[in-house]
């Protein structure tokens, strides 16, 4: 809460220029410590960036330029210290999945329909951090990111396929269609191709078991070219099938520049609101778990800022939509990183390397590329948090599970917005539906604390009940379908007493419908009373007039003189013909009556 409150007390310059919350930290042993794990980074984005470049159909260079400028703008832009910006997965998914029905892959009509979506992105999220709209990430529930990423990762092994085994496959076909292509063409897989791709595998998976220091994505790919160079030299690559991806521009980004019409905007629409919203929520849901080990503060808003001028400059550089990478920026904050420079260190380190290794992607071969990227999809699912979900909550379960299977059978962006949609649904509904419990006077403590032990007796002319929950409009109906409930089952019951603590905030229709209460219960010869009311629920009966309404004397601030003042009230022949002592009034009623029975 910190964080936030001190996020909304910033000005517009301290949130354009960030970097003077944290440029005191910098000195000779954290710029060293932050040059190393930059250095780091930008060897573990070299293959990444050429992986999710072809996840997202874009020429694999624009995966490293992506992880160029983006990087460095967000790090000095955002807030997290550690956060690293740049390509990702499901960014690359969702853009591929919205852009390949408007143009071919690869092409530069696709290229230019990229790079406007990047700036559409990056306008929408800086608005959003300057408009603090930072807290709407927190509607979107982590079974839409649990089921999202799970289904992305199949998809991504899915669109694969044709390079992992070698056998055409339809560009753009769905996944279904993806798994009969295959299942009718598994007599021509290319064991060559299949074996450079597994080889790939096999020797990731063994750098991250023995060498778990080393970039095993860099390590793999390494083994897997020089094995398929020999395969080509020896047996020739007309046999053998081994494709590569081809040199890379050794060169800094190029300028680029979005392409603006009506048209191009409309079309762009949709798929621009699901990116954005994912982007978003990546990069804060990041920043805040490497915040929680790391000790810093985050503000969300100033993340939107600073991811939305990172998609606005990127798009100038030949860079599309970048947002935090959970990868690179853990091992950012492993590597040592102290300050937002090692990502700024990162993206000029990169472009470094770029233009050393570039050249060398000419050997690279698909296969490999393949196999790398089976690595990432499998390392995508969080098999442990969905096994929490699938145990814990049946709601939640099928949140996940809906956006899981809309994700495999629709359009991306359609998949993100349904599960969003069911999200708000299922908070709604526990929301629309307060915890109403009865609560009891304990008989065994001095001051008749309230308790909810059932056991315990009641009294028959006054109930006693607790509301934990707004009270707003979509909560009115079930507070007084409730209420109807149990006078129906204690009809003698015509005073309520409702404890108000828990009641945070309450609306015009909650406040008419507690009058209406009110005076449904005065009808009947008795009351409505409230004890301890909070300011959230005090202040807009007071403004509204609604307190004379259910009576400006019916509420209280303490339990006693509610107590008192309702007992007062009571039909005292009801209370003579009751054993109980209920409450501690009760104890000189009945001393009356006994010694009225002696007398007689």
Not at 140 to 148: C, D, E, K, N, T
Not at 202 to 219: C, D, N, Q, S, V
Not at 575 to 587: K, L, T
Request: glycine share 10%; hydrophobic share 50%.
């Amino acid at each position: 809460m910190l964080g936030i409150t001190m996020g909304a007390q910033l000005s517009l310059s301290q949130k354009l220029f960030p970097a003077g919350r944290w440029i005191g930290k910098v000195d000779s042993k954290t710029l060293t410590s932050d040059l190393m794990a930059g250095l780091t980074g930008a060897l573990v984005v070299l293959p990444q960036g050429v992986a999710f470049a072809t996840i997202a159909g874009m020429p694999p260079e624009y995966g490293l330029y992506a992880g160029m400028v983006p990087a460095i703008v967000a790090a000095l832009f955002g807030s997290s210290w550690h956060l690293v910006s740049g390509p990702t997965t499901a960014a690359s998914l969702v853009l591929f999945s919205g852009l390949s029905a408007l143009a071919e892959p690869g092409s530069p009509q696709y290229v230019q329909l990229a790079l406007t979506l990047t700036f559409m992105v990056g306008i929408i999220e800086l608005v959003m951090g300057l408009a603090k709209l930072g807290t709407l990430v927190n509607f979107i529930s982590h079974s839409v990111v649990l089921g999202f990423t799970a289904g992305a990762a199949i998809l991504i092994g899915a669109n694969q396929v044709k390079n992992f085994f070698g056998v055409p496959i339809p560009r753009g076909a769905h996944f279904h269609e993806i798994l009969f292509a295959f299942a009718k063409q598994i007599s021509h897989i290319n064991p060559y191709v299949t074996g450079i791709a597994l080889l790939t595998v096999l020797t990731g998976l063994a750098f991250r078991r023995f060498l778990p220091r080393f970039p095993y994505m860099i390590g793999a790919l390494m083994v897997a070219t020089m094995t398929s160079m020999a395969l080509n030299h020896f047996l020739g690559a007309s046999h053998t099938g081994i494709v590569t991806v081809g040199a890379l521009p050794a060169s800094l980004p190029p300028l680029s520049m979005p392409h603006f019409t009506m048209e191009t905007i409309r079309q762009l629409a949709p798929v621009t609101i699901a990116a954005t919203l994912f982007a978003l929520t990546e990069a804060v849901s990041i920043a805040r778990a490497i915040a929680v080990r790391s000790g810093q503060q985050i503000d969300g808003n100033q993340e939107f800022i600073g991811q939305g001028l990172s998609n606005i400059f990127g798009s100038f550089f030949s860079a599309y939509v970048a947002t935090g990478s959970f990868n690179r920026s853990g091992l950012n904050y492993e590597s040592g990183a102290k300050t937002p420079l090692a990502a700024v260190f990162a993206g000029f380190i990169l472009a470094v390397v770029v233009a050393l290794v570039a050249p060398w992607a000419a050997y690279l071969p698909n296969a490999a590329m393949a196999g790398v990227l089976f690595l990432v999809a499998w390392g995508l699912i969080d098999f442990h948090h969905i096994h929490q979900v699938l145990r814990t909550s049946r709601s939640e379960t099928a949140i996940l599970g809906v956006t899981f299977l809309s994700t495999l059978f629709l359009e991306l962006e359609v998949a993100i917005m349904l599960g969003i949609i069911l999200s708000l649904v299922v908070y709604l509904s526990r929301t629309s539906r307060p915890r109403i419990v009865t609560r009891l006077p304990d008989p065994q403590s001095p001051t008749r604390k309230f308790t909810s032990d059932h056991s315990l007796p009641e009294c028959s002319q006054v109930k006693i009940i607790r509301i934990d929950g707004s009270l707003f409009f979509g909560a009115v109906n079930y507070m007084q379908e409730t209420l109807r409930a149990i006078e129906h089952m204690n009809p003698t019951q015509n005073h309520l007493i409702i404890i108000a603590n828990g009641i945070n905030f309450i609306d015009i229709a909650g406040a008419e419908a507690m009058v209406q209460e009110a005076q449904r219960y005065r009808a009947k010869g008795g009351g409505l009373y409230l004890i301890r009311a909070k300011a959230g629920v005090r202040g807009p009966l007071e403004s509204g007039g609604y307190v004379d309404d259910i009576g400006r004397e019916n509420i209280f601030s303490s339990k006693g003189q509610a107590i008192a003042t309702v007992y007062s009230k009571l039909d005292k022949t009801k209370c003579q013909r009751c054993s109980h002592s209920v409450f501690n009034e009760c104890h000189g009623t009945s001393h009356k009556i006994n010694e009225v029975g002696k007398q007689a």
